[in-house]
Every structure is written in structure tokens, then in C-alpha cells.
């Protein structure tokens, strides 16, 4: 069976410019999420998806951070602009639908650094 | 506030060493424990997973993990540890609305 896909793996760009993430999730998973892990720190929620549409985007900085996942398979993280703190590794994770256990299957991240 | 504390940031043990690594939460109701573990370079892998029932889990990898209600707590042991086991650990609960992860334990293993 297939993991997540995440790409790219890495990215470097300079403050107030945007830059996109993508995330493949296991097929069948209906639950999406993408995780902000800083150096040094445990993964924070962004935001979590149920197929295409939005459960909860709590913690999501919605004034630079967007994120969509269309005919709720794929799904992209968008940061538009950029700042120096936006530096870590983003996280994406899927699970099942209605999987009491709420067990999540992470990808490998993309590492962002932004200078 | 629901909250994950690791307290050690770096332990390293000699291979074949027993293994201890702690976690303690904050949640007013029994929540939903896991141990995942992340190589470098890789995403989260589940290690091992409590709910309810028997308070002592196995998990993977040779892995086992004790909930103690009394104490919060719910610490990861491991009775030899394979030089592959170097990596992060991170602890979680999930209290049916979200997870919340600690901010890991780093694991040296040295020969």
C-alpha cells in the first residue's frame, strides 16, 4: 500500500514570497491534515479536512496561510507571504473516515526555510 | 488546557540498554495515547496506541508503553535497546477533537 506523498521534499525562498505544498493522502483516506513541526518541537495542527471539506482550522494563520483540497483526495498548503518564522517542516496525514482510533499515516514533510 | 510534556529533550543509551522515556498529559477525561517515533528525513511512524482496557500496550518494534491514571503518565519503555531505535520520540493524546503532541525526546544510541 502506498503512503502519503508529500512533494517537494524541500524548499528555500526569501520572506514575502509564496511558496505551495502538496500532499497525496492514502487512497480511501478521508481525513486530511497538514502539521507545522518547528526545530526543536512536536507537530501542530493547521488544519484538518473530512474529503473536501474543512473540520477544523483552528490554529491556521488564515492571514498568510491557505489551504484546499479539491474532490477531497489531493490537497495543497499555500503560504502567501512568507516570513522568517514559517521555517519548519510541514507535515500532511490521512486517515479513515469514522476510524475510532482516529489513526493518522504521515508523509515524509517538506522542509521549508525561508531566508 | 490539554497539554503533552516530555521532560527529557535528549537521552543516549548504550546498545542493549534498557529504555525509558517520559510523558506526562493534561486532560480531565481518559484520553487517547500514542507514541510515534520519526527517523530523520522521515514522517511519524505509530509506535504504539492505548485507548482502554489492559493499562500495559505493546507496540511495535518491541515497544511497550504503561498508562497510569494516578499519574498522568504515560512513558514508553523498551528492555534493549538496537542502534537503530536513534530517533525522535514524540508523545500524543488526542482528546477527540484534536492531537496534541509533546515536543519529543531525542534518542542517542551508543555503541
Known amino acids: 500500500e502506498a503512503g502519503v506523498a508529500q512533494s517537494p521534499r524541500y524548499k528555500i525562498i526569501e520572506k514575502r514570497q509564496s511558496v505551495a505544498f502538496w500532499c497525496n493522502p492514502i487512497?480511501?483516506?478521508?481525513?486530511l491534515y497538514w502539521y507545522q513541526q518547528i526545530l526543536g518541537q512536536g507537530p501542530k495542527l493547521l488544519i484538518q479536512?473530512?474529503?473536501?471539506?474543512?473540520?477544523?482550522d483552528s490554529q491556521l494563520p488564515k492571514d498568510r496561510f491557505s489551504a484546499e483540497r479539491l474532490k477531497g483526495v489531493d490537497s495543497t498548503l499555500k503560504i502567501q507571504p512568507a516570513k522568517l518564522e514559517d521555517s519548519a517542516v510541514y507535515l500532511c496525514?490521512?486517515?479513515?473516515?469514522?476510524?475510532?482510533?482516529?489513526?493518522?499515516?504521515f508523509g515524509p514533510g517538506t522542509r521549508l526555510t525561508v531566508l | 488546557a490539554q497539554s503533552v510534556t516530555q521532560p527529557d529533550i535528549h537521552i543516549t543509551v548504550s546498545e542493549g540498554a534498557s529504555l525509558e522515556l517520559r510523558c506526562n498529559y493534561s486532560?480531565?477525561?481518559?484520553?487517547?495515547l500514542f507514541w510515534y517515533v520519526q527517523s530523520p528525513g522521515q514522517g511519524l511512524q505509530l509506535l504504539l496506541k492505548?485507548?482502554?482496557?489492559?493499562?500495559l500496550v505493546q507496540g511495535i518494534k518491541g515497544f511497550e508503553a504503561e498508562f497510569k491514571r494516578s499519574q498522568s503518565s504515560f512513558n514508553l519503555r523498551k528492555p534493549s535497546v538496537h542502534w537503530s531505535d536513534a530517533a525522535e520520540y514524540f508523545c500524543?493524546?488526542?482528546?477527540?477533537?484534536?492531537?496534541?503532541f509533546g515536543t519529543g525526546t531525542s534518542l542517542t544510541v551508543i555503541p
Open positions: 486532560y480531565g477525561a481518559t484520553p487517547y
Open positions: 492505548y485507548f482502554s482496557g489492559d493499562t
Open positions: 487512497s480511501g483516506h478521508a481525513t
Open positions: 479536512f473530512q474529503n473536501n471539506g474543512v473540520v477544523d
Open positions: 496525514a490521512s486517515g479513515l473516515l469514522g476510524s475510532p482510533y482516529n489513526e493518522q499515516f
Open positions: 500524543a493524546v488526542f482528546t477527540g477533537n484534536q492531537f496534541y
